[in-house]
């Protein structure tokens, strides 16, 4: 028995998951003990002839993301190192893995970056950052409540803060 969550255990097979051309392992058992879609995909009786051929090439996956660091960050967590979160201050790393986690039916993290997305603060210098972020949020059915709950954020945020016209002219220049 494993005494951390991030190590192998001898009969467990190594994936190589793929995001943007950077290739990453991890242990085939955490990926199906964390994501319902791997758990499905990889189980023995999955049959790979159809439309996943080309992501599950034998233990090669392809991850539908091009963030690489949200990417990596999602896998740590996987892995065990749930402090990695805290390290995370960016809306779209943290709305990146939050789609990941959607997509790949990753449900335990799911709640955490929720949280911290909620509770990031917005400032001028990441606002652009936010607002844009909840709009991308905002095109994943499972992801709609935490984007609009950004973008009210934003609003307000810009309602509070830009109350004159050298306010807004400020933050444009900037």
Known sequence: MPEEKGD???DDTYLLLVCDNK??????SILM????????RLSEEWDFSGSHEQQFSSELIKIQSNNIEAFQTVLIYLKGYHEILEARNSFIVL????RICDYYQITKLSNPLT?????LPITVSN???????????????GCQKVGRFLQERSIIFV????????????????
């Open 8 to 10: 192998i255990i001898a």
């Open 95 to 98: 709305g990146e893995m939050l």
């Open 23 to 28: 290739i990453e392992g991890i242990s085939k």
């Open 127 to 141: 606002l652009m950052e936010a607002f844009s972020t909840s709009q991308n949020l905002m095109v994943v059915p």
């Open 115 to 119: 949280k911290k997305i909620q509770e």
């Open 33 to 40: 003990e964390e994501s319902l879609y791997f758990k499905s």
């Open 159 to 174: 309602m509070v803060n830009f109350t004159s016209w050298q306010n807004l002219i400020s933050f444009l220049a900037a």
